[in-house]
């Protein structure tokens, strides 16, 4: 039964999930997004040079700007699986296209999990059939529940949004909680919008979007090879499609960027172990590089990270990550906060290290560095780093 309390899905968007005990049995593992219609469509993907089979074939296929339908699976990776990875994720697209009646290279397949083991294909194949069977007995929150893995709880955004006289939704769901670290941030997120979108505006929104958003969040550091934002617009709203100048796209463009970065912050929120939500903010800096440069420098620190968790304002750690960044400052010009309290004021300690460990309980923490060399800025957010994340990633296989 649907709940009730559930946003509605745009228009002509239909999901089932599955249980196909493919790491271990008790949850829905398996699930599907369709749309009723031909989807314009567009992507982005990890740039790690090992890449999983189900980023392979997304990568080829989103070339054609079109598709029908997502297939995702949870608990195993289809990475490093060699050619027989590539058939196995074939076929998967394959047993649900028959069923649904369409085309498999319209059906985009996903996978996350464990790394290097081959998937369970005599339940996959199966469980495939029988999520096109049952399409539209789920909703958006199941199939975030169902691409969990390390995951503590499931990641859901909806906006609506007016363009030109027709009111449209946007949907985003995304998994991810560790093994987090930009261009892109591992993790699956797909998007669903009932608005129409011309194709060449879809993928030039979606690749600027994530470039402020999933590229601009950091967790551990490390990079996973199965990274995955996928978009599908179906124009079911009736409006005509959008292109970047025309009446309407801004409006559209705002709400899909809020969409894309709460997501992105859900995911840090919900990362392995965390205990705190850090927002690295670098300003003043002679270019937006620089900015960037410095502010994941900040955020990957594991010693920042760690010293957030102790709450020690420990302001050293931030001025050593600035050092080696390779954004180009003057120590003597830096000035360095926690939320609002000034602990370095031109390169010097301001004595308020007292204050600023007050500020640190919080479970939001905003780490401000103003280099006094120019007028951009970068944001990046990520999380402090404990015990529990060992402990998670030690255990992940077993």
């Known amino acids: 039964m649907k709940n009730s309390s559930i946003p509605a899905a745009p228009k002509g968007f239909l999901f089932s999930t599955v249980e196909a005990a493919i790491k271990k049995p008790g949850k829905k593992d398996m699930a599907l997004i369709f749309s009723e219609t031909e989807a314009v469509m567009a992507g ?52 649900a296209a028959r069923r649904l009646g369409i085309s498999a290279s319209l059906v985009y397949p996903c996978s996350t999990g464990v790394i290097g083991t081959p ?21 958006l929150i199941d199939v975030a529940q169902a691409i969990m893995t390390t995951d503590t709880f499931p990641k859901m ?33 797909f998007i669903v919008t009932d608005i129409a979108v ?17 590229n ?20 079911l709203a009736g409006n005509r499609p959008l292109t970047r100048n025309a009446a309407g796209f801004d409006a559209f463009k705002e709400v899909f960027n809020s969409v894309m970065y709460d997501l992105s912050l859900l995911v840090v929120r919900d990362g392995e172990g965390a205990t705190k939500l850090i927002e690295v903010l670098v300003r003043g800096a002679r270019n937006e590089a620089d900015a960037e440069k410095a502010a994941f420098a900040i955020a990957n620190s594991s010693l920042v990270k760690t010293a957030i968790y102790g709450n020690d304002a420990n302001w ?44 640190l ?19 990046v957010l990520t999380c402090d780093l404990t015990e529990d994340y060992i402990r998670i990633n030690a255990e992940y296989r077993t």
């Open 44 to 95: 982005a993907f990890t740039t790690n040079s090992v890449k999983a089979a189900p980023v392979r074939i997304c990568m080829k296929q989103i070339g054609s700007g079109t598709g029908r339908a997502i297939i995702v699976n949870s608990g195993n990776a289809n990475a490093c699986s060699g050619r027989q990875g590539l058939r196995d994720a074939r076929d998967t697209c394959g047993a």
């Open 119 to 139: 998937l369970p294909m005599e339940r996959i194949l199966p469980a495939a059939d029988t999520l096109a069977g049952k399409i539209g007995t789920a909703n």
């Open 157 to 189: 955004v909806h906006r609506k949004v007016r363009v030109n006289g027709r009111t449209g939704v946007i949907s985003g769901i995304c998994k991810g909680a560790g093994m987090i670290a930009p261009r892109m941030a591992t993790m699956l997120c």
């Open 198 to 214: 011309d194709r060449q505006t879809l993928s030039a929104l979606v690749k600027d979007s994530v470039g402020h958003s999933f």
């Open 216 to 235: 601009r969040i950091t967790i551990d550091g490390d990079m996973s090879t199965n990274d995955t934002v996928l978009v599908m617009a179906n124009g």
């Open 316 to 359: 050293g750690r931030i001025m050593c990550s600035l050092g080696y960044s390779g954004a180009r400052f003057s120590e003597e010009k830096t000035d360095i906060y926690f939320n609002r309290v000034k602990v370095v004021k031109a390169g010097l300690t301001n004595n308020k290290d007292a204050e600023a460990t007050v500020e």
């Open 361 to 379: 309980r919080s479970n939001e923490v905003r780490i401000t560095v103003d280099l006094h060399a120019g007028k951009a800025s970068a944001k």
